[in-house]
């Protein structure tokens, strides 16, 4: 089985998640409820967990560094699950 995690550079482990905001402006139509947005925010975890805005002019780079990172995650649970097989194997041995 070929499993690779390829570019590790270009990772984030997160999720993005789009929202609509109220400014809090009075009289602005948002507070009739026609809210601004959809913006569209980064939830990070790992080391620094939080909430970070992302601009449009980085969403297109900041969705595949996502995409990426939840890839690695994946082949990373695979190849850990090959291990503890190969591990129980050797114990058997
Ligand atoms: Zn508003």
């Known amino acids: ?13 997160g999720s993005l998640v789009e929202q609509m905001r109220r400014c809090g402006k009075l009289g602005c139509r948002c507070a009739a409820g026609h809210l601004h947005g959809p913006y569209t ?7 620094k967990p939080g909430i970070r805005y992302v601009p449009a002019a980085l969403l297109a780079s900041t969705r595949s560094y996502v995409q990426r990172g939840a890839h690695v995650e994946d082949v990373l649970a695979e190849i850990s699950a090959i291990n503890v097989e190969l591990l129980a194997r050797r114990a058997l041995a």
């Open 1 to 13: 089985m070929a499993v690779g995690v390829g570019d590790t550079e270009q990772v984030l482990l």
């Open 41 to 47: 925010f980064l939830t990070l975890r790992g080391d």
